[in-house]
């Protein structure tokens, strides 16, 4: 089969910045932060009507350029038998990430060029010491988060608000009340899944990164705060 048939074209770049390099060169770093250790998590990123998606299951610090799934945005109507359309599949044995239909939620309600997932235990961490279905904090450094994921950095006098929904044995079942928090909390740069990790968007990949980043040291610094019994939103009357 040619280059052009087989779609592999699409991932065979010399460009260290092209989404089927940059893939593996993150999930290398995510994984030395333990954020995707144990095949879990991943990121996804958009360019223009193409989106490339890591394999699922698979070490994700080992991935390689020919493993990436590349789809067409907007997602195409699936087939006959409601398979995924696909502009290139890796010719191994491989699935996509179980996370596609969630990072779909951040291109399809936020307009994101990249959706990253952790298992990050800071985040889970925040999910059980926070029961609600919303952590909150203020007061603290937040100006790498932006509005919604996408629009202007927050400052440092607003709360910063992250809803959290549960988990559920499967990833795909997450979906919908991935997309209910996402419209009830429009603000927010992304979704804690309790006993789980953290969905985290924004316009581009380097968005994403630095407020994936962002948000791990505020969830860091609250488990810490709560263990300190200092209140993580502050008193405005002190
Ligand atoms: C051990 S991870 C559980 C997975 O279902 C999922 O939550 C995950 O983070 C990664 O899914 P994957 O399909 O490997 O990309
Ligand atoms: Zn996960």
């Avoid at 699936?78 to 239909?101: I, M, Q, W, Y």
Wanted: aromatic share 8%; proline share 7%.
């Amino acid at each position: 089969m040619s280059l052009q048939q087989s779609g592999d074209e699409l991932v065979v770049s010399e460009d260290p910045l092209h989404p089927a390099n940059l893939i593996p060169e993150l999930c290398r770093g995510f994984y030395q932060l333990g954020w995707v250790t144990g095949t879990g998590g991943g990121i996804s990123i958009r360019v223009g009507d193409k989106v490339y998606i890591a394999p699922s299951g698979v070490q994700k610090e080992r991935i390689l350029p020919a493993h990436i799934f590349v789809l067409p945005f907007p997602q195409a109507a699936p087939s006959p038998h409601g398979d995924r359309v696909f502009l290139r599949r890796p010719s191994l044995n491989l699935k996509e990430s179980a996370c596609t239909p969630l990072f779909w939620n951040a291109f399809d309600l936020r307009d994101a060029g990249s959706c990253i997932h952790t298992h990050s235990q800071n985040a889970v961490m925040a999910t059980l010491l926070w029961p609600g279905d919303v952590f909150r904090i203020s007061h603290q450094m937040i100006k790498g988060v932006r509005l919604g994921g996408m629009g202007k950095a927050l400052s440092y006098l607003d709360t910063l608000e992250v809803p959290i929904i549960e988990n559920t044995p499967n990833e795909e079942d997450l979906k919908d009340s991935m997309a209910e928090a996402m419209v009830k909390y429009p603000d927010a740069a992304a979704v804690l899944v309790r006993r789980h990790g953290i969905y985290v968007w924004g316009s581009d990949w380097e968005k994403a990164k630095t407020q994936t980043e962002c948000l791990d040291y505020l969830f860091e610094l609250a488990v810490k705060l709560k263990a300190a019994n200092i209140p993580l939103v502050k008193d405005e009357s002190n």
